[in-house]
């Protein structure tokens, strides 16, 4: 008896336990990320270009909707200004992120399973429209770039994105980090006086 | 008097409307909100024996000195955890590059003009177990000693954020990593080049 326990309890344990490779079974839904402004402060940026918001938006994918419709997102940058060239009329956004394929392939023809590279994915070149005479609002689609989860073969694998990296450059400027103006991240603003000064708010 | 009234009205509107280009972007950054996807089962460590359905990462719009007073800038969640058995907590950290700005009006910073990666946040997931899963959440919180009082009026930029998610207790253990931000795309059972629906 003591024995049939153990064994269904034993045979228990191996269906409830999940199958290490299973795979997340649901899309993620879609992704916001903030703007700010690229290392203007320690390294380099285009220092004549300014902006007061933005953020990336990825929509939520689902095969073989990267392969059919290769438009995945938005990218926003609102409120750009500049202190000596005139404002820009277009902008390019580059994201590159690295692209983890699974390993499970039900019918074995990706070339791609298992594969795990670092890689630009998607850019998007941002038409901006001039507000008022010192700034303007630039916005593209996020378009896939060719190459990237274009083989037939492998809308049955599942992929997996991470460090993800978003970036904004001048027109033409792709790579080049003097003209990069923009890239994922937070700002969180200063405020005077300091904390050590008796500012408002502080403990 | 007439005219002077009208240049001066002219000279005021001008100004305002004219700001000149302001050097530094003023405005926090809205909330960024990242997806949660099943760390490196595919090709790298990871903790096997733990799934997801989803989750989701939040870090709110920041400005000093709430970061250094409520210490809380996001929080980070997983739905439909599954694992034998069910955790009851599990640990997350939140860790990105830190700008420091190189302008600090008092002068008293001593990290004014640093670039360094750091642990931003850290937080604990309490879980709640719903039939055979659980959903587990909590608060991002900035530890205590990362900021300091003298800085709170420099602008500081985050860039390369990564959120991950560990059983409990083990941050940094590889093995013991469940999720870490991204984005998954699902696959179809059957592909494109075999007539999968749905394919061109």
């Known amino acids: 008896m003591a024995k049939l326990v153990g064994v269904a309890v034993a045979a228990l344990l191996l269906f409830a336990w999940p199958d290490p490779g299973a795979a997340q079974e649901k899309g993620t839904a879609s992704v916001r990320l903030a703007m700010a402004r690229a290392m203007c402060t320690t390294g380099p940026c285009a220092p004549a270009y300014n902006f007061r918001t933005g953020f990336v938006q990825f929509k939520k994918q689902k095969q073989p909707r990267p392969l059919t419709r290769r438009e995945v997102g938005v990218l926003r940058l609102d409120g750009v200004s500049s202190t000596g060239p005139p404002l820009p009329t277009v902008l390019d956004g580059v994201v590159s992120a690295r692209v983890n394929f699974a390993t499970t392939d039900p019918d074995a023809d990706c070339a791609d399973t298992g594969a795990d590279l670092t890689q630009v994915v998607a850019t998007s070149t941002m038409n901006c429209r001039t507000k008022g005479p010192t700034s303007s609002s630039c916005r593209g689609k996020l378009v896939l770039s060719p190459g990237v989860f274009s ?30 103006i923009a890239r994922n991240g937070a700002l969180v603003i200063g405020k005077t006086p300091d904390c050590n000064s008796g500012g408002s708010g502080c403990p | ?175 013991a990593r469940i999720a870490v931000d991204g984005v998954s795309i699902v696959p179809q059972d059957i592909d494109c080049s075999s007539g999968g629906s749905g394919c061109p």
């Not at chain 2, 000279?11 to 003023?26: K, N, R, Y």
């Open chain 1, 151 to 180: 083989d037939p073969n492998c809308t049955d694998v599942q992929v997996f994105l991470s460090d993800i990296v978003v970036e904004i450059f001048e027109n033409g400027g792709v790579g080049d980090d003097t003209k990069k």
């Open chain 2, 1 to 175: 008097m007439k005219n002077i009234l009208t240049v001066s009205l002219v000279a005021a509107l001008g100004f305002c409307i004219w700001a000149p280009s302001a050097t530094a972007q003023e405005v926090a950054t809205a909330k960024t909100r990242a997806r949660m996807i099943r760390a490196f089962c595919t090709t790298g460590p990871c903790n096997p024996g733990t799934n997801f359905d989803s989750g989701s990462a939040l870090v709110n719009r920041m400005r000093q000195p709430k970061p250094l007073t409520k210490r809380k800038i996001g929080r980070i969640r997983l739905h439909g955890v599954r694992s034998t058995p069910l955790p009851s907590a599990l640990s997350a950290v939140l860790t990105s590059r830190l700008v420091w700005d190189t302008i600090d009006p008092d002068g008293d910073c001593p990290v004014l003009g640093a670039d360094t990666s750091e642990t931003l946040a850290t937080g604990s997931l309490f879980c709640t177990q719903q039939g055979g899963h659980a959903t587990c959440g909590g608060d991002l919180l900035v530890p205590l000693g990362l900021l300091d009082p003298r800085c709170t009026d420099v602008r500081l930029t985050l860039h390369d954020m990564k959120f991950e998610v560990y059983q409990f207790n083990m941050v940094g253990n590889d093995a």
